[in-house]
């Protein structure tokens, strides 16, 4: 790379998401944002009727046209791009069962397929295209988590924060920017970013305004530069930018890390359970033990997690939940449903999220700072318990990669038979319905025009 790749990264980052081509993206890549688009509609879908969804959906319809080309898939109803990505993201990140790239602690799909599928079907952009905007949104977004580091996660969302970046960068990369408006439409969006973990200790409805906000105001910052609006050049690395705003660790370098060369979305990981990607290697390390020494819930008397201090800042503020979505965020709840039922999905959150013996489970899990754990994190998400019975027996536990990590990651049936789970639970589309889907997303790079997804 050139010094002025390191004097200046936004422009090298902004360069690159401009310039992406399709014939650039490894086939491989390229399917994998196939299946990270299934993956990503039956979160959505999942979450058609989810109160907060829906409180989102209502404000775009007060406040948008009634008809567009842009598709809402919750309702089936048409809008304006904004509105259809304000909704669409809203509902991307409510069951908690969209995807993570480990080492920016960041959830992609939520905030870069929905405004860039909005604009793709508002531009009539074909499949090739719309597939090449979800690997610049990727690329750029996860890059910028990297970049704003674990300080920033302690107090930010980055999912929410980097995720305005990412949403520019798909967005403008259907609009075609240029370096330049591709810089600007970065300045925007990062002047924009926002979302702290506070609404956690309140169980509040914050982190779908998060995404809601992270993929409308991505794509106004592309629509914007189009236009000639300008933003700031140095928004992330600048003397009062980002890095120096929102982080203690931020470094530069990992802005333009393996450019065209590391491609970050394959590094992307599926979620098997449905709760906080943080409780997932405990969960698989607890389901281990278990499963190899044939223990039942009742025959445990502790477990001690040895996990991250990134697991510790989110998890450690939900003690008891009092909600579904907050017993997402507790590591005693979500060990408890894998101790109970052997799973952690939606159907068991739903009914048993309190149940007294996934609540007397709870009571027996704790969070220890592991520094073996905390090194490798956020790049490994390593999992380790230590299990006693109530006979007095020890056993260890240890999972080096939790599923759906790209160590062991979902197969294309996998994939599909998830989605297909998420679709029925939401009651969003027939089998059908959900079957077709899987179809057309499987073949999206050979489709001419992106139009509806559903009828």
Known sequence: MSANTFDHPSRTLATFAAGLSFSQIPDPVLRRAEDLMLDWLGSVLAARSARPVQAIQRFAETMGPAEGSSEVLISRRTTSPVFAALVNAAASHYVEQDDVHNGSVFHPAAVVFAPALATAQALGASGAQLLTAVVAGYE????????????????????????????????????????????????????????????????????????????????????????????????????????????????????????????????????????????????????????????????????VTHVHQGAIDVLGRVVVPTTVHQGKF???????????HGRAGLTEFDRDYLAPEVAAFRDKVMMELDREVDTAYPARWIGKVSIETTDGRRFPGRVDEPKGDPGDTLSRAEIEDKMKRLVQYGAAATPEEAQALCDRIWGLADAARVDRLLG
């Open 140 to 303: 750029v977004g996860i890059r910028v988590g990297e970049f704003l580091g674990r300080s920033h996660y302690r107090t930010f969302h980055t999912t929410a924060t980097a995720g305005t970046l990412a949403a520019a960068a798909a967005v403008g990369r259907l609009l075609e920017l240029t370096p330049a408006q591709m810089l600007h439409a970065f300045g925007s969006a990062g002047t924009q970013s926002a979302g702290v973990w506070e609404f956690l200790r309140d169980a509040a409805d914050s982190k779908q305004l998060h995404c809601a906000h992270a993929a409308a105001s991505g794509l106004m910052s592309a629509y914007l530069a189009k236009d000639g609006f300008t933003g700031a050049q140095h928004v992330l690395e600048g003397a009062q930018g980002l890095g120096v705003g929102m982080s203690s660790d931020a470094d530069p370098a990992r802005l333009v890390d393996g450019l065209g060369t590391r491609w970050t979305l394959a590094e992307t990981s599926f979620k098997y359970h449905a709760s906080c990607r943080h409780t997932h290697p405990a969960a698989d390390a607890l389901l281990q033990v278990m499963t190899a020494h044939g223990l039942k819930h009742s025959d445990i008397a502790r477990v």
């Open 330 to 340: 507790s590591m005693g709840t979500v060990l408890g449903l894998i101790a109970v």
